[in-house]
T-cell receptor
Framework: QQPVQSPQAVILREGEDAVINCSSS?????VHWYRQKHGEAPVFLMI?????EQKGHEKISASFNEKKQQSSLYLTASQLSYSGTYFCGTDSGGGADGLTFGKGTHLIIQP | KAGVTQTPRYLIKTRGQQVTLSCSPISGHRSVSWYQQTPGQGLQFLFEYFSETQRNKGNFPGRFSGRQFSNSRSEMNVSTLELGDSALYLC?????????????FGSGTRLTVV
């Protein structure tokens, strides 16, 4: 079952902060976050593993609540380059079923 | 370091035909996964190959198949194409098991079925 992302879309001014949420109905082994710009491939941002380990970019932070099967991506002091669609991908099968992606959050950063 | 290379970038096929898409992963990466991206369904998992073996398969009909070669390059094949197969097909490379690594995606093959 597809994780639910919120909000669906958000418009920010440069320098503002944003939080994108991802919620699953299944117990999760890991949560992945990707950003996709129009006409381009998704780009890996971060992976959060069960047990607390995180791997990803220094300027991106995220949290993973294993009990609630929820993850949040925090974008601080947003830059124009942060614009794009953000996807969370969840792994509930220990890698057995690939990633199940949410429908995405469209983020627009205005100058 | 070269990225993930997918060929061709664009493809137009007629309903009923078959198509083969190719993916060369990052050197040293042994896992290749394939995803279908459409505006309606989003990103959906097709299958994953690791060391020439299909490890996992998503919920797609048997018309969708793939394989991986000893050099980790992968191909996916779609037979008896339907209009609904029109999509962006993305190949994702990772060093190993999904749990511990993120994907590096290729630019994709845009398939249009007419």
């Amino acid at each position: 079952q597809q994780p639910v992302q919120s909000p669906q879309a958000v418009i920010l001014r440069e320098g503002e902060d944003a939080v994108i949420n991802c919620s699953s109905s299944k117990a999760l082994y890991s949560v992945h976050w990707y950003r996709q710009k129009h006409g381009e491939a998704p780009v890996f941002l971060m992976i959060l593993l069960k047990g607390g380990e995180q791997k990803g970019h220094e300027k991106i932070s995220a949290s993973f609540n294993e009990k609630k099967q929820q993850s949040s991506l925090y974008l601080t002091a947003s830059q124009l380059s942060y614009s794009g669609t953000y996807f969370c991908g969840t792994d509930s099968g220990g890698g057995a079923d690939g990633l199940t992606f949410g429908k995405g959050t469209h983020l627009i950063i205005q100058p | 370091k070269a990225g993930v290379t997918q060929t061709p970038r664009y493809l137009i096929k007629t309903r009923g035909q078959q198509v083969t898409l190719s993916c060369s992963p990052i050197s040293g990466h042994r896992s290749v996964s394939w995803y279908q991206q459409t505006p309606g369904q989003g990103l959906q998992f097709l299958f994953e190959y690791f060391s020439e073996t299909q490890r996992n398969k998503g919920n797609f009909p048997g018309r969708f198949s793939g394989r991986q070669f000893s050099n980790s390059r992968s191909e996916m094949n779609v037979s008896t194409l339907e209009l609904g197969d029109s999509a962006l097909y993305l190949c994702a490379s990772s060093p190993g098991a999904l749990l511990g690594y993120g994907y590096t995606f290729g630019s994709g093959t845009r398939l249009t079925v007419v």
